[in-house]
């Protein structure tokens, strides 16, 4: 149904989540994310660490029950400034990746799962490739059906 995990390892950096996603040009932003994740972020410098997450891709169609099985403990970002300081690491590693794009490009969803103020929100980013930019969306539904080729993202490493 799903392929293997991928780890993924980015570097540090100092972000400022709520400007850089408010000001950024390549980025469109439903009105949904904007309300319920944007509006969460700090308009303060904050530290990321060497940040490890993982993702898989489904090989199935797979609904969210059944992805939230497979994922490992720990799977939901816990605060937005976190999620979106990850999604700006991807967004600038992206724009310098050659042989391996960690966020898909090819209109098949990129899919987070983020936590704000208790409430977990289920975050879909796709880039595309008419407009040039990320498009970043909350996703409506409670148990969505996913296609075979959207990318599950986790802020955790599975356990081996």
Not at 3 to 23: D, E, H, Q, S, Y
Not at 24 to 46: H, K, N
Not at 85 to 106: F, K, M, N, P
Not at 147 to 159: N, Q
Request: aromatic share 10%; with cysteine.
């Amino acid at each position: 149904m799903m392929t293997n995990f991928t780890l993924v390892t980015l570097g540090t950096g100092a972000v400022k989540p709520g400007g850089f996603f408010k000001n950024c040009g390549v980025l469109y932003m439903t009105p949904a994310f904007q309300d319920s994740i944007l509006s969460a972020a700090s308009e303060e410098l904050i530290s990321l660490g060497v940040t490890t997450l993982s993702y898989l891709d489904l090989e199935q169609p797979a609904c969210e029950a059944e992805i939230e099985r497979v994922l490992p403990p720990g799977h939901i970002f816990g605060d937005p400034d976190t999620f979106l300081g990850v999604l700006l690491l991807l967004i600038q590693t992206q724009q310098g990746a050659s042989a391996h794009e960690i966020l898909r490009v090819d209109g098949f969803p990129n899919v987070f799962r983020v936590r704000v103020n208790g409430k977990p929100f289920i975050v879909d980013v796709y880039w595309n490739a008419a407009s040039m930019e990320w498009y970043c969306d909350i996703c409506g539904s409670r148990n969505p059906r996913w296609s075979p080729g959207c990318r599950m993202f986790s802020s955790t490493i599975p356990l081996v």
